[in-house]
């Protein structure tokens, strides 16, 4: 029998539907599907499949954007490094080219060096120099200049005496007389002043904001100008502008040494941003904003890091107290040179005012230093505000607050408005006097009459005026922080030398506690003072600051 030939399966196509027996669903096409025909599609995959191969769908896209962000990448690195060697040696020629640039420099102070060293008889003589733009201020700061050249022309009388500064109204003869008549200092010896006329570039009315950064960029520029004037053989930096040190040492060769009064940035004031505590040097927007406290400390910690960097250029350290000691230790870390150098305080002229209590009816209240931000004056007229309209304050005689003080520029001087305005505000004008860049004497006739010595800077690097203030006679009240509180306003053979406080009630509590003690008892706190500011005499500033910067001179 022969095969039975293969029917075809119509009624299979059929039972599928008329939508699946037709090559195409609709009007356009109405066929039937062959044999063979259809068996080609139940061999095919599903359309689903197909159509996923023809057109991939999520994972696929992603899977090609995988590659193709892969193959960029490489692309990139390929980039980079085939401009890795030549970068390399561009960076490289241009360091070369600088470091050129830069010894050629020196070599050309150098030789300026060596011209103004000679003198007439042929012979070298060692060029001292100070930088101290503001000599011609009447502060602390002030004092320990002039008697550091003093200590130093005795000592070496035959050196030339270079004092860089930005004072130009004044001459050098009126700088002299100024520095006789408010610290009754006359020197032995010559001195030689180069003005400066780019001072500004250190004012801090300059930058309104990234103050700190500005003001150690300017003296840069400052102390450029500065060298290219007169090239020391020494340099000593006696205001604190750290960023001039490696320009000194390296561009100048100069052996530099620096004192330092207050580090350009702490430790506090990192954490006073930190913290986002409002002050002086941090504004109430800052604090109020997260965001940008953040982009302030980070700045801080990057200027502290450089100003560490800077300040280890220095040969020979000295600071002013223990706690500016801390700060410079955390910061420069260079606690082989560093040593502590109480500033000169004229105690033994303070010392000749005899104590007694004055038989005329009322007390006066006197505040000494210069007026800038961080003295923080407004306080102290707050306080006495306070202090007047205690019922306490009712039974004492009458009261007067005087400010004495220097005035460096324009910007203090706007200050002290500031300040008489603010005793407007408060009604306390009758009470509250201003005395600015007074005479020597002056200053002591008001010490010799004063109840109490206000102080109110926080974290004061020494306080001179404190030391004064004690000498004198007066009971000192300062801020419970910095110098004062560490170095100055201690217990002396475990007897109480003054008073400490923060706040504005705690001001104006401590003063009347103070005027409303026995005669005999103020008298006693007096005492323990004077005896306790022995040790921050011209005479032991002398021995110390000589001892320090030996190092120096060899």
Not at 438 to 447: A, M, S, T, V
Request: hydrophobic content about 40%; proline content about 4%.
């Amino acid at each position: 029998m022969g095969a039975e030939p293969v029917k075809p399966r119509r009624k299979l196509a059929h039972s599928l539907g008329d939508s699946i027996g037709w090559k195409a669903v609709g009007s356009y096409y109405q066929q039937p599907i062959g044999t063979h025909t259809w068996h080609r599609m139940l061999s095919q995959e599903p359309i689903e499949e197909r159509e996923s191969e023809a057109l991939p769908g999520f994972g696929g896209r992603r899977k090609m954007a995988a590659a193709e962000g892969g193959w960029c990448l490489c692309e990139l690195l390929r980039f980079f490094y085939s401009l890795f060697f030549p970068g390399l040696i561009v960076c490289g020629t241009l360091c070369v080219c600088l470091v050129i640039i830069l010894w050629g420099i020196r070599l050309l102070l150098q030789r300026k060096k060596k011209s103004a060293s000679t003198s007439k008889n042929g012979n070298n003589q060692m060029v001292i120099a100070f930088f101290h733009p503001y000599c011609n201020a009447g502060g602390g700061g002030e004092r320990v200049l002039w008697c550091a050249l003093r200590a130093l022309q005795k000592k070496y009388p035959e050196a030339i005496y270079v004092v860089y500064t930005g004072d130009l109204n004044v001459n050098g003869q009126q700088i002299l007389d100024g520095a006789f008549r408010r610290f009754n200092i006359r020197l032995m010896r010559p001195v030689k002043f180069v003005f400066l006329r780019k001072r500004y570039l250190v004012e801090d009315s300059l930058y309104p904001h990234f103050t700190l950064l500005g003001q150690s960029l300017g003296s840069v520029l400052l102390g450029w100008e500065a060298l290219t004037q007169c090239v020391p053989d020494v340099y000593i930096d006696s205001m604190g502008y750290a960023f001039t040190l490696p320009l000194f040492k390296y561009l100048g060769g100069c052996r530099v040494g620096s004192y330092v009064h207050y580090p350009t940035i702490s430790t506090d004031m990192l954490s006073v941003v930190k913290n986002q505590n409002t002050g002086f040097n941090n504004a109430a927007f800052i604090t109020r904003n997260r965001f940008l406290s953040k982009v302030k400390l980070i700045y801080y910690y990057l200027f502290a890091f450089v100003y560490g960097l800077v300040g280890s250029c220095s040969d020979v350290v000295m600071v002013n107290s223990s706690w500016t000691l801390n700060h410079i230790l955390s910061l420069w870390k260079v606690g082989n040179c560093t040593h502590i150098v109480y500033p000169p305080c004229d105690v033994q002229t303070f010392l000749d005012i005899p104590l007694h209590e004055k038989k005329t009816p009322g007390h006066l209240l006197v505040s000494i230093g210069q007026f800038r931000p961080e003295k923080n004056h407004p306080l102290q007229i707050r306080a006495f505000a306070k202090l007047l309209s205690k019922k306490e304050a009712e039974l004492l005689p009458s009261l007067k607050l005087v400010l004495i003080g220097g005035c460096r520029n324009q910007d203090d001087e706007l200050r002290v408005d500031q300040l008489r305005r603010l005793s407007e505000d408060l009604g306390v004008q009758e009470n509250v006097e201003f005395k600015i860049n007074i005479p020597f004497d002056e200053l002591k006739n008001y010490l010799s009459e004063a109840t109490i010595g206000l102080h109110t800077m926080w974290n004061e690097h020494f306080g001179i005026g404190v030391v004064e203030c004690m000498a004198a006679g007066t009971i000192i009240l300062a801020h419970n922080s910095g110098g004062p509180k560490l170095d100055i306003v201690i217990l002396h053979e475990g007897e109480r030398t003054g008073f400490l406080a923060e706040s504005e009630e705690g001001y104006a509590e401590t003063m009347a506690h103070i005027l409303s003690m026995s005669v005999e008892k103020r008298l006693q706190i007096r005492n323990n003072a004077r005896a306790s500011v022995s040790r921050f005499s011209d005479q032991e500033f002398e021995v110390t600051f000589l001892s320090s910067v030996e190092k120096l001179f060899k």
